[in-house]
Structure formats: structure tokens, C-alpha cells
């Protein structure tokens, strides 16, 4: 099995940070990326960010110099350090990694269980 656990949402004002954690567990050949995504109300599911294993990193628009993706891949953890939050950064992000559990198998993608984070005014 594999499991993405992840940590660090809740309530934050305007302008506050918060980091976000998601460790992965279970037999995992290796981890071609891992990624964070969110889905606001009445949204579709977007990328945030992203960073691969050889630690080239990719980040949506609105959310460049506020946000950094980090990971250590010793632990196959990723991290989302988010600051000078919004209130359109209200939303549940889900973590995401896309591995091979073997070197025989196919590519596929986990997901998280999701962690809200809601930034008031």
C-alpha cells in the first residue's frame, strides 16, 4: 500500500503563513514528483505547485513569491510553506505524488486525503 498523510491546515488571517506537511508511506520504487493541489468551493481542482525529484519546481501564477514547494526525498516528504495568504487561497489542498512502486510497474498517482485551509479577513 501506499498513504499520503497529510498535516499543517487550519485558520489563518489575512497576510498570515501556514505550512503544510505530506509524508508518504508504504513500498515506493521512486517518487517522480510530488505536488500540491487545491480545490476551492465551486472550483475545479488546480496545481499550486510542483517539484521533481531532481528538484525542478513549478508554480500557478497566482501564488508565485507567496508560496514555496520543498521536499525531501530521503523521507519522500513534501512540504508547502505558504505566505502573505489570501483570502483566495481559502481551500482544501490535497497532496499528490506520482511513483512507481517497483521498477516493473506503471507510473500512477496517489493523493492525500485533503487538510483545509481557510484565511479570514
Known amino acids: 500500500q501506499v498513504q499520503l498523510v497529510e498535516s499543517g491546515g487550519g485558520l489563518v488571517q489575512v497576510g498570515g503563513s501556514l505550512r503544510l506537511s505530506c509524508a508518504t508511506s508504504g513500498s515506493i520504487f521512486i517518487i517522480n514528483a510530488m505536488g500540491w493541489y487545491r480545490q476551492a468551493p465551486g472550483k475545479q481542482r488546480e496545481l499550486v505547485a510542483l517539484?521533481?525529484?531532481?528538484?525542478?519546481?513549478n508554480y500557478a501564477d497566482s501564488v508565485k513569491a507567496r508560496f514555496t514547494i520543498s521536499r525531501e526525498n530521503a523521507k519522500n516528504t513534501v512540504y508547502l510553506q505558504m505566505n502573505s495568504l489570501k483570502p483566495e487561497d481559502t481551500a482544501v489542498y490535497y497532496c499528490?505524488?506520482?511513483?512507481?512502486?517497483?521498477?516493473?510497474?506503471?507510473?500512477?498517482?496517489?493523493w492525500g486525503q485533503g487538510t483545509l485551509v481557510t484565511v479570514s479577513s
Open positions: 517539484v521533481s525529484k531532481d528538484g525542478v519546481t
Open positions: 499528490n505524488a506520482r511513483l512507481r512502486r517497483t521498477p516493473w510497474s506503471a507510473v500512477n498517482d496517489y
